[in-house]
């Protein structure tokens, strides 16, 4: 097996007349933790299930560890593939040990082995103490650490995960958001789909940009900020949501043709060539100032560059980072 451990070459996949994917096409590299990052309904899912043969692509071709799906789910190398989805895949009325002893035992390990993998796996996802709990008792993360332990059981080469943290509160996010550093970190190869900007950043070696079925942009995070021109974003929170500030950017893009902004609700994200004399200028004009909350130059991260460089592809929504949306009204971009 090559160093690619998945290549996709014009993916489609149709629905009637709709294309929830299209065209698509990247490599997965070996020990990488890869992320299809989108809004609902970008097509990550439908992706992933074709890659997973669950579903068929109406054309174009996927290899997964160096073979075609369709030919790798005949054969011995399938069970090298996990895939956790969105929903939990466990044994309600068993217990934790006993769901991740079954997922075991189906993999055909032997008494010995199948004890010590368990006794890490329990370990390794803080479910010490909860060994004899049935699983409906659990809580939502707990229920989704039990799923990737299960998941873990056949020492998968490429791990399949689907909004691992849809659901979580900040703490058990938090929480698996270091168990799967910690997988990427022990050479595990993973696909994480998600919508969650912050999630994609701080696990990611590359990320793909999905909306509406296409590939936007790919890269590390730091390439896409790098190649979108979001080094430095000057951030202007205004006390209410007023057109004033935007009719003042308006007349600035006027003799700086490089002005850009996107502007979410009373929020300003300002792209400029001169961002420290834009923002002289904003604090010295005492009518503006009135409005302001907020004003300053930060680094640009993924967030604002996804922002930018999806606008146009987008009806009238964006997620925020608690999967809710904010409507974006684009501006200075021509």
Known sequence: MTDC???????????????????????????????????????KTTLVKILTGQLAATSGSAKVLGEKVDEILKS????????VPQEHLIWEDLT??????LMGKLYGLKKLELTKKIEGLIKDFGLKGHEK??????????????????????????????EPTTGLDVHARTLLMEDLKRLKNAGTTLILTTHLMEEAEALSSRVLI????????????????QQHDGEKILQVGLTKDSDEFEEYLKDKKKSD????????????????????????????????????????IKRGGLKETFLFITREIYDTAVPSSEGSSVIVKEGGGE
């Open 133 to 162: 709990k049935r699983a409906e008792k659990l809580s939502g993360g707990m229920k989704r650490k039990l799923s990737i332990a299960m998941s873990l059981m056949n020492d998968p080469l490429l791990l399949f995960l689907d």
């Open 96 to 101: 934790v040990f006993e769901n991740i002893n």
């Open 210 to 225: 999905i909306n509406k079925g296409k590939v936007v942009s790919i890269g590390s995070v730091e390439e896409l900020v």
């Open 5 to 43: 451990v998945i290549e996709c070459k014009n993916i489609v996949k149709k629905f009637e007349d709709y294309k929830a994917v299209n065209e698509v096409s990247f490599e997965v590299h070996k020990g990488e933790l890869f992320t299809l990052l989108g809004p609902n309904g970008a097509g």
């Open 257 to 296: 043709s490089y002005l850009d902004y996107l502007r979410i609700k009373d929020t300003f994200f300002i792209k400029s060539t001169i961002l420290t004399e834009l923002m002289d200028d904003i604090m010295s004009n005492e009518s503006i100032m009135d409005d302001v909350m907020e004003i300053n």
């Open 76 to 83: 011995d190398m399938k069970y090298k593939l996990s895939y």
